[in-house]
Each structure stands twice: as structure tokens, then as C-alpha cells.
């Protein structure tokens, strides 16, 4: 086994979906703190290795659909560069490395790990034939992180945020799967045949209307206002709005939408839009 296999299979270009978990300490005006912040980069990690793990699992669980489908056969253990045997193994090791890395932090993250895992090997054993819980559970993925950056560190998450932190993943999530149905590709997940593009674009609306109300509200509330000391990330909403429209966009009319992240990177308008929305947070909640 050579190393370049073995670090596609982790699908470290992944981890960037853990930046929720920073969240916590830059939402609670907490990133100065040291102890804090020492405690979200363990969370960070642990959630890095416990991703990973429940990336080879499914790619071994999912051998067979993998060989047929146009990217995916591309993948290690789908083109027969890692067995499904070592695929398992590397599973174990990188859950074990998670759920120690986790105690350094607290009894809550470790508990939020094993939930994590738990919920994901639920999902690739049979939730993600489900229609709209195949959604709700990832998006179940990224609350985790969200109370692993906030709970399990000691910072009281606020109310708003989780809701807001629900809808967007909500709403990436029904992206994905728009994506995924209106793609040219002749091997798609079960699932898919269970939605429609209408039902879908409805569910779109929805989340993201609710998305941009729950930000709004989350920061003008009196936790928030409190915290940061200003009553100034309100103006921070224009910018939230216009990515989270572009990224609209470029899912209908552009079939984007199956790797967000990548997404976001590949197109200049988001990438100028989270630039902007991270230089205005920061400004406002550091100086």
C-alpha cells in the first residue's frame, strides 16, 4: 500500500467541512481564549479523524455501486488499490485515534464522537434509502460539530445559531441531491428516484429562506449582542444573503452542488463573498 492511495482514501479535502466546529469559539467571541480555542483545535482533529473513518467505511461498504459509477470507480478501494479488508482496518484505527484524541478535550466530545459514528454507520447501513432522513441525517453531522465546538468545550451554544447551523446544512443538503438528479450520470444513488426537481425546489426555498431568517435573528438577539459587545453583525447579513443565492444559482443553472466546498472554491464570486464575510466577522468581533 503506497501512501498517495492511502491519503485519497482519507478524502482530507474533506476536513474543511470542520470548520463548524471552530465556529463555536469565533461565534462566542471565546478565540483569544487559549484553553477554549486549544480544546475547539482538539475537537477539530478529532472530527478530522472520525470523517475519515467513516469515509472508508462507506467506500468499503459501497464497493460495488463505487465500481460502476463514472468518479467514484476512481476511488482506492473501488479500483482495487486497497482492499476492502484494509479498508476496514484503517476505519478501526482512525475511529480508536478519534475517540482518544476526543477524552484530551472532554467526556461530552467523546460521547459526540461516538454519536457521530453511530448515526453515520446508521446512514450508509440503510437511512440514506430514505427520503428527506437522508438529509436530515447529514445535516444531523454537522449539529454534532456544532455542539462539539460549543457544549463539549464549555461554551453555552446559542439558539439561534443551531437553527441557523440546521437550516444551511439542510439546505446543502437538498442541494446535493438536486445536483445529484439533474447530473448526466447514468449510476446515481437509490435515493434519488425517490425525489422530484419541484419537490425539491420547494425544499430549497424553504431552507434557505429559513437559513437567512435565523442568521438575522441570531445576530441581533441579546445572547449575541452581549457576547460581542456590538450591535454591528447584523450588516453582516447582505453578505450571507448574496453567497447563499449564488450558491443557488450555480446549483440550477450551473448543475453545481455535489461537493460544496469544492464548489465554493472553483467559483470567484463565493470565494470573494466568504473572503468578505470573514474579514467583516472578524473585524467586528476582534477590533
Not at 419537490?199 to 445572547?223: A, N, Q, R, V
Request: proline letters at 2%.
Amino acid at each position: 500500500m503506497t501512501v498517495r492511495p492511502l491519503l485519497n482514501l482519507l478524502r482530507m479535502e474533506q476536513w474543511t467541512k470542520n470548520v463548524f466546529v471552530l465556529a463555536g469559539c469565533v461565534f462566542a467571541n471565546q478565540i483569544l481564549n487559549v484553553d477554549l480555542l486549544t480544546k475547539s483545535i482538539i475537537a477539530t482533529i478529532s472530527f478530522c479523524l472520525i470523517s475519515s473513518s467513516v469515509y472508508v467505511f462507506n467506500d468499503c461498504m459501497d464497493l460495488n455501486y463505487d465500481k460502476d459509477h463514472p468518479r467514484k470507480k476512481n476511488r482506492p478501494i473501488a479500483n482495487g488499490l486497497i482492499s476492502v479488508k484494509s479498508g476496514f482496518i484503517i476505519s478501526a484505527v482512525l475511529l480508536l485515534l478519534s475517540l482518544i484524541a476526543s477524552v484530551f478535550a472532554s467526556n461530552i466530545l467523546l460521547t459526540i464522537i461516538i454519536t457521530y459514528f453511530i448515526l453515520n454507520l446508521a446512514y450508509s447501513l440503510n437511512l440514506k434509502k430514505l427520503v428527506i432522513i437522508d438529509v436530515f441525517c447529514i445535516a444531523c453531522g454537522f449539529m454534532l460539530r456544532i455542539f462539539a465546538g460549543t457544549l463539549a468545550i464549555g461554551i453555552e451554544p446559542s439558539e439561534w445559531i443551531i437553527i441557523c447551523t440546521m437550516m444551511l446544512s439542510l439546505f446543502l443538503g437538498f442541494s446535493k441531491r438536486y445536483a445529484e438528479m439533474t447530473d448526466n450520470l447514468s449510476t446515481k444513488r437509490m435515493v434519488i428516484s425517490k425525489y422530484d426537481k419541484n419537490t425539491l425546489l420547494i425544499f430549497l426555498s424553504i431552507t434557505l429562506s429559513c437559513t437567512i431568517m435565523s442568521y438575522g435573528l441570531y445576530t441581533i438577539s441579546d445572547k449575541t449582542v452581549v457576547a460581542h459587545n456590538t450591535k454591528n453583525l447584523i450588516y453582516s447579513l447582505p453578505i450571507v444573503m448574496f453567497g447563499l443565492l449564488r450558491y443557488l444559482y450555480i446549483v440550477i443553472y450551473e448543475q453545481k452542488g455535489e461537493d460544496t466546498f469544492k464548489d465554493i472554491l472553483k467559483d470567484s464570486q463565493l470565494k470573494t463573498t466568504l473572503a468578505a464575510y470573514i474579514i467583516f466577522i472578524l473585524s467586528v468581533i476582534i477590533l
